[in-house]
């Protein structure tokens, strides 16, 4: 169990990433926010859910805080002390990733044991037995038979090359998982037993955890916070099962209505009120969302919102407490005409 009072694992304050990017050769250079302005507490021990569509940031987010991509603005701290001021070796020793494709991430030419032992070899002075009782000891924790030590990647199914990958980011001994939608190329019958896996290590090795998905439904049981982004803003904070409850941010309501009921003869709605995505590099003035959004004022197409305390969660939306309100008398979402 994480405690929320003490120092946080991680803090992030205003970050901001933006890339350089021309639209047509004769074109003056723009600027792609990929992360604008996330501030963000996670406290030591917790796990917490960052979900959005491709292009909302989350990716970027995970690279800044492997310290693989340096922010444009703010700052980061990761047990108190800035992202900036640890080595390549230290942040090692702090934070560890685990991707999205497992069979990319690992060194085929190399054993399993060879693959999950490299980050000891590369940092720590220890014996040839020493790193492989180490090995060993890992590989039970991740349920990898220790039989598989002198296999390779290509010889195992997914979900075991992801049990590799799990185990050598946990090798160091990191206080700070970041997991980037690490079972999406997994198959369906093998992503519950990764997701499990990963729930239970977080909470035996009280490790920080930060899940990275596009799917909201995967993260539900998952996280106990889940933090909502669109074009690289947090625009809804809040416990999970208070965001599936109540989702008050109307993209929150459009990722929760996207997902599917687990009922072979439910029929696609046949009408949405989403009106497409905007164009990153050049997004809408006013609330980013508002092209989309079926609520959207004369207000939320000139003033960006800020993210604010909203009943038990957080939002950036000018007319949250209309849309709360008129829901709770029964509304239905609006569609786009
Ligand atoms: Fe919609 Fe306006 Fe809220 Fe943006 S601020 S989500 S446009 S109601």
Known sequence: MFDSTAEPALRLCDVEVSFPVRRGFFSAAGKLHAVNKVSLDVAR????????????????????????????????QINGKNLADYSRKELAYQVQPIFQDPYSSLNPRKSVAANIALPLILSE??????????????????????????S??????????????????????????????????????????????????????????????????VVRHLT??????????????????EIFNNPRHPYTQLLIRSILPPDPTYRLPPVTWDGGGPDPTN????????????????LCRTALPALIKAGDAHVACHAWHDIDAWRAAGGKTPQLS
């Open 283 to 298: 997004p809408p003035p006013g609330c980013h969302f508002n092209p989309r959004c079926p609520y959207a004022t004369d």
């Open 224 to 241: 106990r916070r889940v933090a909502v982004m669109y074009l690289g803003r947090v625009v809804e904070l809040g416990d999970s099962e």
């Open 45 to 76: 021990g917790e796990f917490i859910s960052i979900v959005g569509e491709s292009g909302c940031g989350k990716s970027t987010l995970a690279k800044v805080l492997l310290g693989l991509q340096p922010v444009t603005s703010g700052t980061i």
């Open 125 to 150: 002075k220890l014996t040839a037995r020493e790193i492989r009782k180490r090995v060993h000891e890992i590989m039970e924790m991740v349920s990898l038979p220790i039989r598989f030590e002198h």
């Open 152 to 217: 390779y990647p290509s010889q195992m199914s997914g979900g075991q090359r992801q049990r590799v990958a799990i185990a050598r980011a946990l090798i160091t001994r990191p206080r700070i998982l970041v997991c980037d939608e690490p079972t999406s190329a997994l198959d369906v019958s093998v992503q519950a037993q990764i997701l499990n896996l990963l729930r239970d290590l977080s909470r035996r090795l009280n490790l920080t955890s930060i899940f990275i998905s596009h799917d909201l439904s």
